[in-house]
């Protein structure tokens, strides 16, 4: 499976994006998905996982209520929409998935996409 991420860009500050991330691969819903991000001079972050049928989601602590995962199996895609953007949003968001294991977390993570850009301005 490969992934890709895209749908970024420059949002005002209280706007919404949604990510996108295409995968290859027929095998797609066999993995975890999840999102990180990294933002300029500091380490990638975990933001959010769905587990491999899309019924179970986890989110990190400083974006639930904001953020939402989904995934559409039949589309090898899987989505972040961001709601009420903030300045400390700005980073590049990649995608990334992970076999062999049910385990939504920030960790374990094998196979990533690269990443998209996005920046939101104050």
């Known amino acids: 499976v490969q992934l890709q991420a895209s749908g970024g860009g420059l949002v005002q500050a209280g706007g919404s994006l949604r990510l996108s991330c295409a995968a290859s691969g027929r095998t797609f819903g066999s993995y975890v998905t999840g999102w990180f991000r990294q933002a300029p001079g500091k380490e990638r972050e975990f933001v959010a996982a769905?587990?491999?049928?899309?019924?179970?989601?986890y989110y990190a602590d400083s974006v639930k209520g904001r953020f939402t995962i989904s995934r559409d199996n039949a589309r090898n895609a899987v989505y972040l929409q961001i709601n009420s953007l903030k300045p400390e949003d700005t980073a590049v968001y990649y995608c990334a998935a992970k076999r062999l294991t049910t385990v939504l977390s920030g960790t374990g993570y094998d196979l990533w996409g690269q990443g998209t850009q996005v920046t939101v301005s104050s």
């Open positions: 769905i587990s491999r049928s899309g019924d179970g989601t």
